[in-house]
């Protein structure tokens, strides 16, 4: 978040126009609440297959589509983050955040972060697309 405001701040925009329209760029915490749903989503499928029910090969092809659905719209929306945040700001009507480099103020705030995270994410992408493709062969042709 400082990374952000510093950027701003180079820029020539107010440092607090980011937390007056409700933008953050930090792990507050709160990001653990749909990695825990998922990961409980998954366990209970794991549960019914376990239990040999005799629909837990439609509901893995359910989820596990719903999983590559899913990781693909964060990948798009991490993607096309600049556009999202140029039109939030012009939404806004605010001249100052109208003129806002929005590239430069996203890789600010993304150097704010340590490296790992970004090796982390490539990591994370591989395992979920990979698994959930993997479990859909698995239960097609398995």
Known sequence: MASAQNELARQGVRTTALSENGMRFDASGHEWAAPAGIATVLLAVAGVNLAG???????????????????????????????????????????????????????????????????????????????????IVVVLFG
Not at 112 to 132: D, E, H, I
């Open 53 to 135: 029910a005799g629909w837990a090969a439609t509901l893995d092809l359910i989820v596990f589509a719903l999983v590559l659905i899913g990781n693909g719209v964060i990948v798009y929306s991490n993607a096309t983050a600049a556009k999202s945040v140029r039109v939030a700001f012009h939404r806004k009507s605010d001249p100052e955040l109208m003129r806002v480099d929005v590239p430069a103020l996203l890789k600010a705030a993304e150097a704010g972060f340590p490296g790992w995270t970004w090796t982390l994410q490539k990591f994370r992408n591989v395992v979920v697309f990979g698994a959930a493709a993997l479990g």
